[in-house]
């Protein structure tokens, strides 16, 4: 069965402080994975994507096949970072995106 | 480009009654899909709609629910006899073709069941 596990509801952090969002997903064929995020009162948007392997705002991720994980790593939170974020992995050919349940970021001053 | 446009942002309906919401895709995009989202849940896929073609209906629930996207005009999710188990967001993402493309999602419509 295709799926995405965010174990992480709620993620609290000072500002300065290293960050990892933890995304593990399930699918039999090769995957495309994305990060999503949702700042306060704004539209979901895509922040990165694994093939495009590059850092937007400071952060990275990388997919690791064998442990069948995209976690989410930026290095100095900052306060602006403080929002929904949501795995998805793109299945079916045609972009169809299966979510996880969500992450919310607090970055604390 | 205005974006992913979704009306109406909030939607209250009493039981048994009808919910109608709309998707006006970006333009110059031609795939459209919607996403349910329940309270403290993530974003479920419903359903992916080429113009006038329904290409993949299966999160969709078979029944109350239908969705359009016609040649002219938005792309529609259509919710009869709404139960409160229908009250959720509801968003639209589009993007210009099948595979390999962004999807950029509108802001979504807040439906309430009373």
């Known amino acids: 069965a295709q799926r995405v596990t965010q174990p992480e509801k709620l993620l609290s952090v000072f500002k300065g402080a290293p960050v990892e969002l933890k995304c593990n997903y399930s699918?039999?064929?090769?995957?495309?994975l994305f990060w999503y995020v949702q700042y306060s009162r704004q539209r979901l948007q895509l922040l990165l994507r694994?093939?495009s392997r590059e850092s937007i705002k400071g952060f990275t991720a990388d997919l690791n096949k064998g442990e069948t994980s995209f976690h989410l790593k930026k290095p100095f939170a900052q306060e602006e970072d403080s929002a929904m974020y949501y795995c998805a992995l793109s299945a079916g050919g045609y972009n169809k995106l299966i979510f996880g349940a969500g992450t919310r970021l607090a970055v604390h001053p | 480009n205005a974006g992913v446009m979704q009306n109406p942002r909030h939607l209250v309906r009493r039981r048994g009654q009808e919910a109608r919401l709309r998707c006006s895709p970006m333009?110059?995009?031609?795939?459209v899909y919607w996403y349910r989202q329940l309270p403290e849940e993530g974003l479920k896929f419903m359903v992916y709609?080429?113009?006038?073609?329904?290409?993949?209906e299966s999160g969709m629930p078979k029944e109350r629910f239908s969705a359009e996207f016609p040649k002219e005009g938005p792309s529609i999710l259509r919710i009869q006899q709404v139960v409160r188990g229908d009250s959720a967001a509801y968003f639209c993402?589009?993007?210009?073709?099948?595979?390999?493309?962004?999807?950029?999602f509108g802001p979504g419509t807040r439906l309430t069941v009373l």
């Open positions: 333009k110059g995009h031609s795939h």
């Open positions: 993402a589009s993007s210009p073709s099948r595979s390999g493309d962004t999807q950029y």
């Open positions: 699918y039999s064929g090769s995957p495309e």
């Open positions: 709609l080429q113009k006038e073609n329904i290409i993949d």
């Open positions: 694994h093939i």
